[in-house]
C-alpha cells in the first residue's frame, strides 16, 4: 500500500466517523508527530463535510509532560482555531510514585482522567493517532473500537513512521522541537529519552511490554 493509499483509506475512515457520529467526534491530541497528521487529516474532512464545524481536540496533561509539547500544543491550537479541551489527573503529584508500576501509572495519570473527559463531554467518537507499527500488540487490531460509551477511531493504523514524516514534510505541517533533538517518541519525561534504536525504544520498556493489559484498561 502505498502513501497515497494510505492517506485515502484515512480520509474514507474519517468520513464514515463524521457520517456516523457527527461533528462532535474529536482527536486525541497529544502533540506529538502522528495525532498532529489525524488532527490535519480529520480537519480537511470537517471542513469538506461540514464546513462551519468545530474542530475539536481533546488532550492528556498528566503534569509531566515536556514544557515544549505544552508550548507547541498551545500556539497550534491557536494557530488552528482548535477547540482544546486539556484532562488532568486528580492526583498529588509531588507525592505519586511516578513509573514505578506502569500499568496503576497509565492507569492513574492517563487512562481514567481521559475516560471521564470523554463521558463529560459526550464526545462519541476519538480519532487517535495509533500505528500498528508502533508494538506488536497494536498489530492487527481493527480500526474502529468499540469503548461502550464511544468509539475510538485510529485511522492511519497502517502507517510507518517513514509515511508519518513524509506526509508531515511535503505538508508543510510543524512539529515539536523535541522530534529535532534526537526524541522520536514523546510520553511523559519520566518515561522517555531520546533513542537511535527503534522509534518507541526511547519509552519506558516494563510499560511497552504490558501494553496488552493496559489497551484493556483503556490505553490507545
Not at 79 to 95: C, I, K, S, T
Not at 122 to 134: C, N, Q, S, Y
Not at 157 to 179: A, K, N, Q
Amino acid at each position: 500500500m502505498t502513501l497515497a493509499d494510505k492517506i485515502a483509506l484515512a480520509r474514507t475512515r474519517m468520513t464514515e466517523v463524521l457520517e456516523r457520529f457527527g461533528p462532535g467526534a474529536a482527536v486525541g491530541w497529544t502533540g506529538g508527530k502522528d495525532s498532529t497528521v489525524v488532527l490535519v487529516l480529520w480537519r480537511d474532512v470537517l471542513r469538506k463535510g461540514v464546513p462551519d464545524a468545530t474542530l475539536m481536540a481533546l488532550n492528556l496533561d498528566t503534569g509531566c509532560k515536556f514544557p515544549e509539547v505544552l508550548a507547541f500544543r498551545d500556539k497550534l491550537a491557536r494557530e488552528w482555531g482548535v477547540e482544546l479541551h486539556v484532562a488532568r489527573p486528580e492526583v498529588d503529584l509531588a507525592r505519586y510514585p511516578l513509573a514505578v508500576d506502569p500499568v496503576a501509572c497509565c492507569g492513574d495519570l492517563k487512562i481514567r482522567p481521559l475516560n471521564e473527559a470523554v463521558a463529560r463531554l459526550k464526545i462519541p467518537a476519538l480519532l487517535t493517532g495509533v500505528r500498528a507499527d508502533e508494538n506488536p500488540d497494536r498489530a492487527g487490531r481493527p480500526w474502529l473500537e468499540d469503548h461502550g460509551d464511544h468509539v475510538r477511531a485510529l485511522p492511519i493504523l497502517e502507517w510507518t513512521e517513514l509515511d508519518i514524516w513524509t506526509f508531515m514534510v511535503r505538508e508543510s505541517i510543524p512539529w515539536c522541537t523535541l522530534y529535532d533533538q534526537g526524541y522520536r517518541s514523546l510520553g511523559c519525561m519520566p518515561c522517555t529519552v531520546r533513542s537511535a534504536r527503534g522509534e518507541r525504544s526511547g519509552r519506558d520498556s516494563a510499560k511497552e511490554e504490558r501494553m496488552g493489559q493496559l489497551r484493556s484498561l483503556g490505553y490507545f
